[in-house]
């Protein structure tokens, strides 16, 4: 059986989207913020094969969006030197700001929507 839509919900998803649009921020994918918050909600280490199973994604797909993160400086990637067939994949200063900066736009998003819900509704 489906489920209803949540309207507020989406709208705040919408409201947030829009507000990092918006923004100076890094305009990630789907796979790539899911690849992010991967890497800074769940525990270490984090390896290019561990993170494919996770998301039940080939290891082409993870290395090629670790790329484009690893150019904006969100996470950055190093050899395991207890195993040197595997890369572990490790958080950055800047992936934290930008998830917090992620993190602030859905509370003021949720925030707005609460405030003006009943044109939604």
């Known amino acids: 059986m489906a489920e209803k839509t949540n309207p507020r919900m989406l709208k705040i998803w919408h409201t947030a989207n829009l507000d990092g649009v918006r923004s100076d921020a890094p305009d990630l994918t789907m796979r790539q913020m899911t690849l992010l918050l991967t890497v800074y909600m769940t525990r270490d280490p984090h390896t290019v094969r561990g993170l494919a199973a996770k998301m039940n994604v080939t290891k082409p797909v993870i290395t090629r969006a670790l790329d484009t993160l690893g150019r904006m400086g969100l ?26 900066e992620v993190s602030d736009r859905i509370l003021a998003a949720e925030k707005l929507v609460d405030e003006d819900m009943g044109d939604y509704e």
């Not at 190093?78 to 700001?97: F, I, M, W, Y």
């Open 75 to 100: 996470i950055k990637r190093k050899r395991d030197e207890s195993d040197r067939r595997n890369v572990l994949v490790q958080r950055t200063v800047k992936g934290a700001v930008y998830l917090s």
